[in-house]
């Protein structure tokens, strides 16, 4: 769930001008569950520009030096909402150029789901937008060292035809994913310099973490001769939704974030559900009962929703959730254990799958946004205790990282920003970002590893 308040350290020093570049693509009218509709090219990054804004980004040794250029593509592609109905959506994909033979050829491509945005205008495919932290990280790990990257904004936000975005809506969220990939395999077999490679990556961040685990489910579920996959990777996800909650709502410390999330998480599952409330006061303290209702996402800002009263403030960490001045009544915190919002919760929990392709979570133990322990590591002891062995990458401890410099980068590059902005104190109103980084770079060693 990345903090779109916050974006990922360094990323607002980047100011190199970007260059947008038009282009055509063939439309598909078909009806069919990814069929491709449009594929447009929104920009043109050469390697070089792209280690000028990794380096700015001081990123440049943990992600390693560019081999490729990237064609950045607007795609849009038809799915199902999560009411089964026909529905249109819109995703980025990120292709590799150039003469390397890294970025030419049969290329493995990653299918990435993107964490939590608050902005209804949220566009992988322009970086001009607020996706410029999530698209150029992709582009830096994964598209230029020659990993065809498919990422899709997801429905509710830039491209979808939906007017909510069904948050933490496994089965919804899978089908987005699955019909994506779809979509950019078809706009992937324009190409004439590359090719797909038999490769399938899955992973995703925070929202996304939970989506990529859920999108592994029902690929191995419903179509894994179609889409076999050869490692997933989710990151710092909700995957113990119910857990996290009760923890929550139980009189557990309240997580950064949560008056964001809050919103996105009621709202998706009345609209997919119908019945997690019969009004929004019955959720909802009063200052907040007639807005919060469809409130996210929105083409406001966090910070201009808390100006205009529609969130809690003064709330600078946005986890102002009960209590007074607080977004959730107090009779809706008490009744949680017998809600519907709850039972909707276990409905998207993903404690009990059983992964058939390589798993390896990753996170940071200290999280305020996504807590490690309830969600991470509770996973972990999940497959565990029925005898499947899922390594986690838990970047403040050394020895759960890969030997070697692929383990030594990622933790000593978390450990220099954690010292530079002034201890761990310090690090938190960005320490979910910063993970983002150095897992970003953990997947993509082991992805590399695997070609």
């Known amino acids: 769930m990345v903090l779109q308040r916050v974006k990922m350290i360094g990323l607002t020093v980047l100011s190199i001008a970007l260059t947008a570049c038009g282009g055509g693509g063939p439309s598909d009218s078909s009806t069919q569950r990814g069929a491709l509709l449009e594929a447009v090219t929104t920009e043109q990054w050469t390697a070089a520009r792209l280690k000028s804004a990794i380096d700015a980004a001081q990123s440049g040794e943990l992600l390693g030096v560019p081999r490729c250029d990237v064609q950045l593509r607007h ?22 150029q150039g003469s390397d033979p890294a970025c030419r050829g049969a290329r493995p491509q990653l299918l990435y789901a993107h964490g939590t945005s608050e902005d209804k205008a949220l566009d992988l495919a322009n970086t001009k937008t607020s996706a410029m932290g999530d698209t150029l990280l992709l582009m830096a790990a994964f598209a230029t060292q020659g990993i065809i990257v498919i990422a899709p904004n997801m429905q509710g936000y830039e491209g979808s035809d939906q007017d909510y975005h069904p948050y933490l809506n496994a089965e919804a969220q899978a089908v987005d994913m699955i019909d ?78 949560a008056t964001m999330f809050a919103p996105l998480l009621i709202n998706g599952y009345q609209r997919s559900d119908g019945d997690i409330y019969q009004q929004p006061g019955d959720v909802y303290q009063p200052a907040f009962a007639s807005t919060a209702a469809g409130l996210l996402p929105s083409q406001s800002s966090l910070a201009e929703l808390q100006r205009a009263g529609r969130l809690p403030s003064p709330d600078e960490n946005f986890s102002r959730l009960f209590g007074p001045g607080g977004l959730i009544n107090d009779s809706f915190r008490q009744a949680f254990p017998g809600s519907k919002l709850r039972q909707a919760m276990q409905k998207n929990t993903l404690l009990g799958f059983t992964p058939k392709a390589p798993l390896t979570l990753c996170g940071g133990a200290a999280d305020p946004v996504v807590f490690f322990a309830v969600n991470t590591v ?24 890969p030997v070697g410099p692929g383990g030594d980068r990622p933790y000593g590059w978390f450990d220099q920003v954690r010292t530079a902005v002034g201890g761990a104190d310090a690090l938190k109103p960005t320490y979910h970002e910063v993970v983002a980084f150095a897992c970003a770079s953990l997947a993509q060693q082991y992805f590399l590893s695997l070609r």
Not at 183 to 206: D, H, N, T
Not at 379 to 386: K, Y
């Open 378 to 401: 509770a996973l972990q002891a999940d497959l565990s205790g029925r005898g499947i062995k899922v390594p986690v990458w838990n970047i403040e401890d050394r020895a759960s990282l």
């Open 180 to 257: 994506a990939v779809r979509a950019g395999k078809r706009a992937v077999q324009q190409e004439s310099s590359i090719s797909l490679g038999s490769q399938l990556f899955l992973a995703g961040y925070s929202e996304g973490g939970h989506v990529a685990l859920a999108t592994q489910r029902v690929i191995e579920r419903d179509h894994a001769a179609e889409l076999p996959l050869a490692a997933v990777v989710p990151m710092s996800g909700p995957y113990n939704l119910v857990g996290f909650a009760d923890q929550i709502f139980g009189g557990g410390p309240v997580n950064d974030g």
């Open 75 to 96: 795609i849009r592609y038809r799915t199902l909402n999560p009411a089964g109905r026909p529905a249109t959506a819109a995703a980025a994909l990120m292709l590799p």
